[in-house]
């Protein structure tokens, strides 16, 4: 995910807005530490793909 995040137009104020419309309320700071932490929910992770639009991720370069 981390490295999905960076080439994309959305900026750190978008996700959270965005997963607000979802139902999830995080700050862009607090979203900010748990990405960076790598230590989120699975759940989060999905909802970030979602909203960002990635239907597909390739598990094959996961060492």
Known sequence: M???K???KDGAKELP???KELGIYETPEGLNRKIN???FAAA????CCHV???????L???S
């Open 37 to 39: 932490s790598r230590r």
């Open 44 to 47: 989060l992770f999905l909802a």
């Open 2 to 4: 981390v490295d999905e």
């Open 17 to 19: 807005r965005r997963l």
């Open 6 to 8: 960076a080439p994309r």
């Open 60 to 62: 094959s370069i996961v």
């Open 52 to 58: 960002l639009e990635i239907w597909a991720l390739n």
